[in-house]
T-cell receptor, first 112, second 115 residues
Framework: LAKTTQPISMDSYEGQEVNITCSHN???????ITWYQQFPSQGPRFIIQ?????VTNEVASLFIPADRKSSTLSLPRVSLSDTAVYYC????WGTGRRALTFGSGTRLQVQP | GAVVSQHPSRVICKSGTSVKIECRSL??????MFWYRQFPKQSLMLMAT?????????EQGVEKDKFLINHASLTLSTLTVTSAHPEDSSFYIC???????????FGPGTRLTVT
């Protein structure tokens, strides 16, 4: 599985856009990029997944450049409730039989 | 969407006793479930992969005789921490995925405290 590197922590203010970048230089052809969010004492929650270019859903956007060696999670207009740890994961889980390998994650702190 | 539940959500036990944690996929069948452990302010660490009807596969460093995993049906996997010690105190999380899906669904976690 490709190793991922993300900033340990980030600070932001309510209403700002937050971009968290993850590098994954060894990503394989079949690998997808997935982001999870985790609040304290809760299980991780799926945010978004992509393979290339840009993916957008109701909560976030995911930007993936052509070489796919990095990806950026974009959270528009964050609120206090977006304070959490965000994990970037890379892998091929199409069969559903492979576990996710979590890196250190990025601890986002949103302040009023 | 797919929901995974865990029971109990929180448990306190005395050192030397055993504790069973249940993980259920409520609205889908999961041939494979995963068990993770998370210590405070640390990331999730995979403990074992649980396959329905067969023995679990444990990660290196995880004692299979201490952490007993049973996956008796397509909707239930259990983790039993045997002869628990204070160092086993942690947050235990299970996950499951739909066959052919890239998305894994996580349970809410179980906070185990061993006194």
């Amino acid at each position: 599985l490709a190793k991922t590197t993300q900033p340990i922590s980030m600070d932001s203010y309510e209403g700002q856009e937050v971009n968290i970048t993850c590098s994954h230089n060894n990503i394989a052809t079949n690998d997808y990029i997935t982001w999870y969010q985790q609040f304290p004492s809760q299980g991780p929650r799926f945010i978004i997944q992509g393979y290339k270019t840009k993916v957008t859903n109701e909560v976030a956007s995911l930007f993936i450049p052509a070489d796919r060696k990095s990806s950026t999670l974009s959270l528009p207009r964050v609120s206090l409730s977006d304070t959490a740890v965000y994990y970037c994961l890379v892998g091929d889980w199409g069969t559903g039989r492979r576990a996710l390998t979590f890196g250190s994650g990025t601890r986002l702190q949103v302040q009023p | 969407g797919a929901v995974v539940s865990q029971h109990p959500s929180r448990v306190i036990c005395k050192s030397g006793t055993s504790v069973k944690i249940e993980c259920r996929s409520l609205d889908f069948q999961a041939t494979t479930m995963f068990w993770y452990r998370q210590f405070p302010k640390q990331s999730l660490m995979l403990m074992a992969t649980s396959n329905e009807g067969s023995k679990a596969t444990y990660e290196q460093g995880v004692e299979k005789d201490k952490f007993l995993i049973n996956h008796a049906s397509l909707t239930l996997s259990t983790l039993t921490v045997t002869s628990a010690h204070p160092e086993d105190s942690s947050f235990y999380i299970c996950s499951a995925s739909l066959m052919g899906s890239y998305e894994q669904y996580f349970g809410p976690g179980t906070r185990l405290t061993v006194t």
